[in-house]
């Protein structure tokens, strides 16, 4: 038996409301470009429209003229999605909350995650939102995953709770002593100050 193994998320499907709805939240407070919209071939009651978050995947909706938006928090039991993380560059993580207060949208003000931080709000139908920014850069050609697996065993070795930026900075610092050669016989961390 052999695993079906992924490559990544294709896309990511909702059930909206009405198009307008959808149009207006996911480009005009998200800014995802709206690039696709054909009629849902599993329903031509609904509309399938697509938006483009800016990492090479889609996000798409399934719209219907006669659904109106629910703002009740959406159920986040068992087989939910509690919520959609969507990347943001540090620099745009500083505006977040003064954009969402300027359209009236309460949040939960920013979260120190130790290796991000995070802001949550609710999207026009109840769903959690988290706009999250990593406080790191992987050294070039090393996926987020791998600096974060690297962190996790440098934490879990030193009995720490929860990942900090210590953690990553050694992770970087490991992970690029494994990715790039040298011309050094000794690569261990030196101080040329103390001669």
């Given at each position: 038996m052999e695993k079906i193994q992924t490559q990544g998320i294709h896309h990511i499907t909702l059930v909206g409301a009405d198009r307008q709805t959808s149009i207006d939240f996911w480009e005009g407070v998200l800014g995802m470009p709206f690039v696709f919209e054909q009629?849902?071939?599993?329903?031509?009651?609904?509309?399938?429209?697509?938006?483009?978050?800016?990492?090479?995947?889609?996000?798409?909706?399934?719209?219907?003229?006669?659904r109106k938006p629910d703002a009740e928090?959406?159920?986040?039991?068992?087989?939910?999605?509690?919520?959609?993380?969507?990347?943001?560059?540090?620099?745009?993580?500083?505006?977040?909350?003064e954009r969402l207060e300027a359209r009236g949208i309460e949040h939960s003000g920013p979260k120190d995650r130790g290796f991000m931080d995070s802001i949550y709000f609710r999207d026009p139908l109840g769903l959690l939102i988290e706009l999250a920014s990593y406080r790191f850069k992987p050294p070039e050609g090393v996926p987020m995953g791998e600096v974060m697996l690297a962190a996790h065993k440098i934490r879990v070795?030193?009995?720490?709770?929860?990942?900090?930026?210590?953690?990553?900075?050694?992770?970087?610092?490991q992970l690029t002593r494994q990715t790039r050669g040298s011309l050094s016989e000794d690569r261990e961390p030196k101080n040329p100050f103390e001669r």
């Open positions: 009629p849902n071939l599993d329903d031509a009651n609904q509309s399938h429209l697509y938006f483009d978050p800016g990492d090479g995947r889609l996000i798409t909706i399934f719209t219907n003229e006669d928090p959406a159920p986040q039991t068992i087989g939910c999605v509690h919520h959609l993380a969507l990347d943001v560059s540090q620099a745009t993580f500083r505006q977040i909350a070795a030193r009995g720490d709770y929860n990942i900090q930026e210590v953690h990553l900075a050694d992770a970087i610092e």
